[in-house]
């Protein structure tokens, strides 16, 4: 028979049951919290199971979007080096152009050398924007060798995208230098979609909730 110093009191047993009850909810709401933070953050895309109409949209588009930044004629700006790319076969930029801290090129190899404010004419020359640059250093928004579910994902990062939120990503769409890939001139290749059909999925993308599409 236990001594009465062994027998616990119920009060007492009632007290550390609602006490560890208590702990195991304060938990689960600090971990809602974050989760909803992190999902309403600037510029934050949700790789999640795509569970609904919206997120199954959202990714769906970005597919389509994909297809165009794949291409050379985003690709070549977007390379994985600190040198850009030329040509269909995403080859490296001749004549050893760097990056540079702007993104303008490097020493006396700047951009503007040689893409102009507009397309220089004839066969094989430099296609031209005011604003022809690599991203900076500091930014280097890589899209050689990224799946779509990790170029969503850096896309949407406001820390990985240039600081830009939902709108700014929006506006980014219609920039000259984004819509100048459709229109380089000579005989180099378009995206695979027409620019106002890329504009319509990187929308749909976006306002759908920017989902990344499943890893694979």
């Known amino acids: 028979m236990k001594q009465p110093s ?5 009060n007492i047993l009632s007290v550390k049951k609602v006490l560890v009850i208590s702990l195991m909810l304060c938990c689960i709401v600090i971990i809602a919290s974050a ?3 992190k999902i309403n953050s600037p510029g934050i895309a949700i790789a999640v199971n795509i569970a609904n109409d919206d997120s199954a949209t959202s990714a769906q588009a970005f597919l389509q979007v994909y297809s165009v930044l794949m291409s050379p004629r985003c690709m070549n700006c ?3 080096g600190n040198r ?9 930029h001749t004549m050893n152009v760097q990056r540079g801290k702007d993104g303008k ?6 951009c503007s050398n040689c893409h ?7 066969l094989h020359t430099p296609p031209g924007n005011p604003k022809w640059q690599l991203p900076p250093a500091d ?3 890589v899209f050689q060798g990224k799946s779509a579910h990790d170029l969503a994902l850096q896309i949407m990062d406001y820390n990985r995208n240039g600081h830009k939120n939902k709108e700014q990503l929006l506006e980014h769409a219609r920039d000259t230098l984004v819509k100048a890939g459709w229109n380089m001139g000579g005989d180099r290749t378009p995206p695979p979609l027409a ?3 890329f504009v319509k999925a990187w929308d749909t993308w976006i306002n759908n909730g920017g989902y990344a599409p499943p890893a694979k």
Request: aromatic content about 8%; overall charge negative.
């Open 6 to 10: 062994e027998i616990k009191s119920p």
């Open 78 to 80: 977007h390379p994985a």
């Open 116 to 122: 102009q404010a507009e397309n220089t004419a004839g």
């Open 35 to 37: 989760f909803k933070q």
């Open 105 to 110: 090129g490097l020493y006396a190899l700047k």
């Open 84 to 92: 850009p790319l030329q040509g269909d076969d995403n080859h490296i």
């Open 139 to 141: 930014m280097k928004m």
């Open 195 to 197: 620019y106002d059909d």
